[in-house]
C-alpha cells in the first residue's frame, strides 16, 4: 500500500468532522428498510475522536441480510463513498463461517479525497449481539468478557458463545468450542448469562 496508506491509519476523526460522519451514518441507515446499520468502536463509545469506522449490520426478518452487503457496497461506490478495497468474504449465501459477511476497505467523506478505514460486518440476526459487542470493544472489555466467558466454561467471539469443547478424557481441549452458540439477542443478554454488569457503550471506555 505505500507510505502515505500508513499514515491514512494515523488519521482520526474530530470535532466537526465527527460531528459529519454521525449524521452520514444515521443518513445511510434510514436508506434501507428494515436494515439495522450501527458505527461501534470508539465512535460508538462516544469517544471525541474515532481512528476507523467499524459498521455492523443485521437485518430485523432473520434473512435478508443475505448478499445484502453486495448491494450495500455497490450503493456506498455509487455515491464515491468506497473508493479502495481490501477485503471482501461472503458466508451468508452458502451459511459458511456462522453466516457472516466482511469487507475492509478506505472511504471518503463526500466531497473529501482524505481516506480513512472502513470495516463492514453483517451478521445474521442470532449472532448481532455478538458482533456489536466485538466491534464496539474496547479491547480491555473484551478481554474480560472472554475470560471471564473461559472461566464459566464457555468460548466466546464475535460469532456467538459456546460450551467449551472437551476431548474424550473428558479435558477441555483449548481454543476449541461446541458447534452450537447460546442463544442471545441483545447484548445485555450476552453480559447477564456471563454475570457481567450490564455497560453501556459510552461506559465500556475502560
Not at 482520526?12 to 436508506?31: I, N, S, V, Y
Not at 449472532?127 to 473461559?150: C, H, K, P
Amino acid at each position: 500500500m505505500g507510505s502515505s496508506f500508513f499514515m491514512i491509519l494515523k488519521k482520526r476523526f474530530r470535532g466537526m468532522r465527527l460531528k459529519k460522519w454521525r449524521c452520514f451514518c444515521k443518513m445511510l441507515e434510514r436508506k434501507f428498510s428494515q436494515v439495522v446499520i450501527v458505527c461501534g468502536g470508539s465512535y460508538r463509545r462516544g469517544k471525541a475522536s474515532c481512528g476507523d469506522l467499524d459498521i455492523i449490520i443485521t437485518h430485523s426478518d432473520g434473512e435478508s441480510h443475505k448478499g445484502f452487503l453486495l448491494k450495500y457496497i455497490q450503493r456506498l461506490k455509487d455515491i464515491n463513498f468506497l473508493r479502495e478495497d481490501l477485503v471482501l468474504s461472503i458466508h451468508s449465501i452458502e451459511g459458511t463461517d456462522s453466516g457472516i459477511d466482511t469487507y475492509f476497505g478506505f472511504c471518503t467523506y463526500p466531497g473529501r479525497e482524505q481516506r480513512h478505514r472502513i470495516d463492514l460486518k453483517v451478521y445474521p440476526r442470532n449472532r448481532y449481539a455478538f458482533g456489536l459487542i466485538a466491534w464496539t470493544g474496547n479491547d480491555v472489555l473484551n478481554r474480560r468478557l472472554r475470560l471471564l466467558a473461559e472461566s464459566e466454561g464457555y468460548r466466546l467471539d464475535d460469532t456467538g458463545l459456546y460450551l467449551a469443547a472437551h476431548g474424550t478424557s473428558g479435558k477441555r481441549v483449548i481454543g476449541m468450542k461446541s458447534s452450537t452458540s447460546l442463544s442471545c439477542n441483545t447484548e445485555k443478554e450476552v453480559f447477564d448469562v456471563l454475570g457481567f454488569p450490564w455497560l453501556e457503550p459510552h461506559q465500556r471506555n475502560l
